[in-house]
T-cell receptor
């Protein structure tokens, strides 16, 4: 049972335009969400996060939107740059566990290609 | 990737051999997570450890897989009697405990295991 779904395996966007990556989840207990970027042969790199008490978080060119009623979040990158070409994973957690840290469920990723 | 070290980066084993994957967390981090990424899939949680303690191993296969994080030295993920289906990228992540950033997980570059 895939609790975190990224239904678009790939996305191509022209340089300078907006990239929108989507993520859906099924577990209403999830209350913390992260986006990671991953280049080939490297580990995932943390991009941006959002807690369920917010519906938007912005960091430079990256904005994450959370729609709790729809159990949907999205990552907007604007303007998109060729260096943004990578695989993007969303991850969700049901909050701190008893040991004070978080266990995340990852989506399958969306491969973004930004065309120059 | 924020100082999480994994070695080896690439590991080739024949069926039936043992694979040992090592992870040194970021300085000051006391929690280690292991994830596995099969080809064309997302990251799947395997196990979460503190020093000398396994906190959550709900993602570990019941047989042949084990993990430890000793008081001194790196965390080790051990796979005994490897099979072709174990071929994957294995990522380690570390996080701090008891801080405002304990939701963040920092990933190492991964170990790519190939079973021939």
């Amino acid at each position: 049972d895939q609790q975190v779904k990224q239904n678009s395996p790939s996305l191509s966007v022209q340089e300078g335009r907006i990239s929108i990556l989507n993520c859906d989840y099924t577990n209403s207990m999830f209350d913390y969400f992260l986006w990671y970027k991953k280049y080939p042969a490297e580990g995932p790199t943390f991009l941006i996060s959002i807690s369920s008490i917010k519906d938007k978080n912005e960091d430079g060119r990256f904005t994450v939107f959370l729609n709790k009623s729809a159990k949907h979040l999205s990552l907007h990158i604007v303007p998109s740059q060729p260096g943004d070409s990578a695989v993007y994973f969303c991850a969700a957690s049901a909050g701190e566990n008893t040991s004070g840290t978080y266990k995340y469920i990852f989506g399958t990723g969306t491969r973004l290609k930004v065309l120059a | 990737n924020a100082g999480v070290m994994q070695n080896p980066r690439h590991l080739v084993r024949r069926r039936g051999q043992e694979a040992r994957l090592r992870c040194s967390p970021m300085k000051g981090h006391s929690h280690v997570y292991w994830y596995r990424q099969l080809p064309e899939e997302g990251l799947k949680f395997m196990v979460y450890l503190q020093k000398e303690n396994i906190i959550d191993e709900s993602g570990m296969p019941k047989e042949r897989f084990s993990a430890e994080f000793p008081k001194e030295g790196p965390s080790i993920l051990r796979i005994q009697q490897v099979v072709r289906g174990d071929s994957a990228a294995y990522f380690c992540a570390s996080s701090p405990l008891g801080t405002a950033s304990s939701y963040e997980q920092y990933f190492g570059p991964g170990t790519r295991l190939t079973v021939t």
